[in-house]
């Protein structure tokens, strides 16, 4: 069986910059990408808040840059996703998609978090032909076209605004009567012609022939004065939250109701020794890439000092 002294499972600014502190320390950690290589940040088109970029960056490309300092100092990066493990005595044991077994001293879990859907059969119904939670993945499609984004927070205003550079209209379709974006998100989303916001609006359901035309909602659902309304739109994206990518765990570890991982005391540490946690997948609160590489960092620094310990 394949043994390494630290294996970090998920990428993203937590994953890889566990990687470089961990490679640094000259612990030669191996390193499993998951699903989607870089986190979410690769599906963000500009970053404008992290710090020593004052003009931005490109999500892929520091991504792309962070991969490339943690393979720098060694680390091996690999494609893939952990889909069994087994925490039950050190050293703890994981299995790859592709049924590779492998052995670790220490554990750096950062598998980041996944976008929620609504829950309609018309999302699965649409996947792929008019439905996406990627605006910057798919937002080319829709150039001159119709769009609506679902959510009220910072991640929605941002689709939105995204995809008014492209679109032709952009509806925001808000389940509340006010937006949870921060005030910079959201004097940009009223200040911007083509979009236009829907509050106190749920979406029921899509239409279409040969892919989403339209959506069905009802403003002010439950109350006296509801109203069903159909709006013609050529996409649908979702931006209403995230969920944490940690059901392989749980067994293991504990969680939050929602299923963030917990940690111990604040620090990187679960109840599990030489087991630790850093990004979204444990953050229920900040959730922001700077707050996920330090803690990536908070990681490394742990797993060193657990195995000098040992």
Request: with cysteine; glycine share 10%.
């Amino acid at each position: 069986m394949e043994h390494t002294k630290c294996l970090i499972i998920g990428s993203g600014p937590a994953g890889y910059t566990a990687a470089i502190y961990a490679s640094r320390a000259n612990l030669q950690p191996i390193e499993y990408c998951g699903l989607q290589p870089g986190g979410q940040l690769t599906q963000t088109t500009e970053i404008e808040n992290f710090p020593g970029y004052p003009q931005g960056v490109d999500g892929n490309q520091m991504m792309m840059e962070l991969r490339e300092q943690a393979e720098r100092f060694g680390t091996d990066i690999r494609d893939g996703q952990i889909v069994k493990v087994d925490f039950s005595s050190r050293p703890y044991q994981v299995t790859t998609e592709e049924g590779h077994t492998l052995s670790a001293d220490t554990v750096i879990i950062a598998t980041g978090a996944s976008a929620k859907y609504l829950g309609l059969d018309d999302e699965r119904k649409y996947n792929g032909m008019g439905v996406s939670a990627c605006a910057t993945c798919d937002g080319f499609f829709y150039r001159k076209k119709v769009v609506a984004v679902v959510g009220g927070g910072d991640t929605a205003c941002e689709d939105a605004l995204y995809l008014s550079s492209l679109a032709k209209k952009v509806y925001l379709i808000v389940r509340k009567n006010y937006l949870r974006a921060s005030k910079v998100m959201q004097e940009r989303v009223m200040n911007t012609e083509n979009i236009e916001i829907l509050f106190e609006h749920n979406t029921i359901g899509l239409f279409g022939e040969n892919g989403v035309e339209g959506a069905h909602l009802v403003k002010r659902m439950g109350e006296d004065d509801e109203e069903k309304v159909d709006i013609a739109i050529d996409g649908f994206f979702l931006a209403i939250g995230h969920k944490p990518n940690s059901d392989v765990f749980k067994e293991w570890l504990d969680t939050d109701e929602v299923g963030y991982l917990k940690k111990i005391d604040g620090t990187p540490r679960t109840k599990l020794p030489g087991i630790f946690v850093a990004g979204d997948v444990a953050d229920p609160i900040y959730r922001q890439a700077i707050s996920a590489a330090g803690s990536g960092c908070q990681a490394a620094i742990e797993a060193e000092r657990f195995l000098m310990q040992q």
